[in-house]
Structures are given as C-alpha cells and as structure tokens.
C-alpha cells in the first residue's frame, strides 16, 4: 500500500493519475451541453449504495470509470451558461492550478512549522485585502470555510469586545457586571434579508435566535436605517446592550447592498461593532469600474468576503477582516504543543493565534495564483460583466407580459415571477405554478434557477455570476419557465372546471 502514498518514489503515477484525472474532467467540461441531466434521487442514490466500499478497484483508471458513472456524468456545472442558481460562480483556471499544487503539498496553515511560506502568502493577501477595504493600518485577519464561518467568528468577536467593554464600564462606574449577567442583553442588529448565518451564529454564541433584531427593508431590499434608528434606541431604553450591526453588502436573494455610511454612522453612535457581510459583493472590490458601490464599508470594524463568489474562486476560499487586529486575541488560545506563548515573544507568525480553526488548507494559494497571473482588474471586469448581464437581464424580464420582477438588481440577481395572463387565478396556485416550473425546469436538466419567497410569495431566482451566459440564454429559460408554469396552470384549472 506504500505505492500510493505521494513522495519521491511515486513521482510518476501521481503525474499520470493526475493527468488522467484531469483529461477526464476537460472532456466533460467540452461536451456537457447542460447544466445537469435531471438525474432524481431515487435513480442515482441506489447506485451510490450498492458500491461495497470494502472492495477497492485498486486501479485508478477503474475508480474513474465509476466516477463517471455515480458523479461526473450526473454533476451540476456551474460554468454553463444557463446554471443561474445559487452563488456558485465558474471558476478560472489560474485558480485552479493553485487548487492542485495546494492539494498535493497539503500544507497546513495553523502554524509556521507547517507551512512557511504559506503563512507569509496569507499574510499578504489578508494585508491586500484590508488596503482594498480601507481598513487601516491595524487592520488584519483570516481565511476561513466560508462566508457563515466568517461571520460567525466576526460576532465572536462583536461579543467579546463588547462584554469587555460594559464590563469596563460598569467597573469604572463601580458596579461589577459578569459576563453571564450580559449575555441576555446584548443584541445583534441586522436587515430582515440578511443572511440566516447571523441568527445562527447568535444562537451557537450562546445568546439565542431572539438576540437578533431584524430590521426592515426598503422598496430597494436595503436596511431601512430609520427603523435601525429607532430600534437601537429603543434597545437602549430597555436598558440592552447593542452588540453589533450586521450590513450585508449583496444580499443572497436581491445582491441588495445595505447604505453602509448612514448604518456606520450609527452604530458608531451607539458604540455598536459594525459589521458588514461583503460575502457576495467583495468582487466590487477589484472592480475597476463600480467600487463605489462599497463606500462606507472602510468604517465597518469587520468584514467578510468570499472569494468563491465573485472573485471566481473555487470552494472554498472565504476570510474575515477586523479593523483593529487586537480584537482577534478573543479567539486566541496558546497550546504548549502547538503555538505556546514564547512563539508570539519571539515574532513567530502563526496563524492559529488568530483563527477558530486549527488545522486549515491554504485555500490562499489559489487566489494568489490569480492575482498573480490575471491581476486584480482581470477578477474585476468578470464582475462587471456578470452585474451589466443583470442590467440588462432586467430590462428582458420587465418587458416580458408573462413575468414581474422585484427590483432593479445593484449587483448580479434578479428575483421574479411568473404572472399568468388573461384569467383570474387564485395566488396559490400562482405560487403552485411558480415552484413547478422551477422543479419541473431542474428535473429537465435544460437549466437551473433558484427559488425564494418574497412577502409570502413563491418567487423564482436568477444568480448571474457566469460571463459567458447571455441575454439570449436568459429569454430562453425564461421561455422554459412560462412553459412549465402554463402546462401546470392548465392541468389544474382543468381539474376544477
């Protein structure tokens, strides 16, 4: 079984596995003529269970056979054009290649010993990241799974900074105040199209889903800071503490992006941590066009990004930033067998010291390999195309009898509806023909679109994070859509006639 492990001696079957395995991939890429083939659960997962995984294949290019059949052939591909589901973006080339070193070397950034240049490859990009931002000259931060982790360790830290300082306070005021007396008070501030990852992390932080606030939204899908307003007084009044407010800037379903100055201005008003969850919108970042879009978000004391949205990287490639870099010592603990005080004494730079993870992958490669290779603008302008698709995507569906949009789109999605023309129907089945002809749509394989609902109703979704998809693929699933919804419609009026 030696002859498997990856070392000096089997130099040569790696680069023949490898690039076998990739010849493969390349030729699925080449000739899959839909994002998926409709594949159902109940056809696909009786294969899956009946492989005895207690009986190897040994011979990799048999393992490949198999993988065509239980995933490859089966598999959703985000780079075709009319994948216009969820946030999954292609993803480049450059990025990778970085995956496949990254994989192969399998450093392991928690700690100096583990990786060298590595550490100092995160480092950088974290700094790169911060200057874009505006965060300043303390400012630092981590990579981490993705945009859930990000935020959770974001309000991990909101929490404890904000504990420290009632606690001070109170102190300074001679009043003792405990930790656990605080807990029930605090309360985290977000817009009622935030993602569910801040209620989430309020729960595993021990405060509990009702310690978030959620504000409402403006015809726009933005925070209404008028609301925020009052809601923080009156957190105030009630004598509560307002932990943090959480600006999301590209809402999962609308790409909304929340007014970052006015939210900063007033979470700076009620000494409040602000923290803006950039997870979609941080392509804007290396826009060379649109960064304007983000004023504001400088002020925010965290962020997060995802690079595998919109800077076209593969999962997973997330991080957080802070503005001040020794609020990161509230997840800091020193393990004598692994980062022990004296390393921090004697300038070691071990990214443990700043993470909730230990063991991590260096998922920075690959966003360094990009940068490196297509530069900054490069990322940007794939950004910019996908948000003019929007814009124009928009205009499509507004013109279109058979559909009503939502709003106009700030960044890459448009949420809308199929109306049907001509008759009264009841809104049920309205909402009825609206999830049929997504599922209906999905099991055909021709496409994919996501779902959500807005005020009660069942909407349909388009995520456009793919720059080879066009206006005509656009009228084309929106032809799809209507199809499905109207068979539907007609099957069940039919029905009740």
Known sequence: MRSHLLNETTADLYRRSVTEGVDRVAAKLATTQRPHTGISVD??????????????????????????????????????????????????????????????????????????????IERRLIDWT??????????????????????????????????RLVMKKA???????????LLPKLRIFTSEASHFSVQKSAAMLGLGYEAV????????????????????EECASEGLFPMAVVATAGTTDFGSIDPLPEI???????????????????????SPTRRHLLDGIERADSVTVDYHKSFFQPVSSSAMLVRDRDTLQ??????????????????????????IQTTRRFDALKLWVTLRVMGADGVGSLFDEVIDLAAAGWDVIDADPRFEVVVKPQISTL???YVPQGEDVRGDLVDEANLHARKAL???????????????????????????????????????????????????LALHR
């Open 43 to 120: 056809e696909l997962a009786p294969v899956i269970n009946g492989i005895d995984l207690d009986k190897p294949l040994a011979d990799a290019t048999a393992v490949l056979d198999e993988l065509e059949d239980v995933y490859l052939r089966d598999a959703v591909y985000f780079h075709h054009p009319r994948y216009l589901g969820h946030l999954n973006c292609p993803v480049v080339i450059p990025a990778v290649l970085g995956e496949a070193i990254l994989s192969a070397v399998n450093s392991s950034l928690d700690t100096w010993d583990q990786s060298i240049g590595g550490t100092l």
């Open 130 to 163: 911060t200057e874009r931002i505006g965060l300043g000259p303390a400012a630092d931060g981590i990579f981490t799974s993705g945009g859930s982790q990000s935020n959770f360790h974001a309000l991990l830290l909101a929490r404890d900074e904000a504990c």
């Open 171 to 181: 102190l300074d005021e001679g009043r003792e105040l405990t930790k656990a007396e």
């Open 213 to 232: 606030i959620s504000v409402p939204v403006d015809r726009n899908r933005r925070m209404d800071t008028a609301v925020l307003a009052l809601e923080l």
């Open 264 to 286: 900063a201005r007033l979470a700076d008003e009620h000494s409040a941590w602000m923290h803006v969850d950039a997870a979609y919108g941080c392509g804007l970042l290396a």
């Open 330 to 355: 509230h997840a800091t603990y020193h393990a004598d067998y692994l980062n022990p005080r004296r390393m921090a004494e004697e300038r070691i730079p071990n990214q443990v010291d700043k993470s």
């Open 415 to 417: 949420v809308f509806r």
């Open 442 to 492: 999905f099991a055909s394989g021709e496409a994919v679109v996501a779902g959500t609902k807005v005020d009660g109703k069942q909407y349909l979704k388009f995520t456009l994070l793919n720059p080879q998809t066009t206006t005509a693929d656009i009228a084309a699933v929106l032809d799809l859509l209507a199809a499905h919804a109207e068979q539907f419609l007609g099957e069940s």
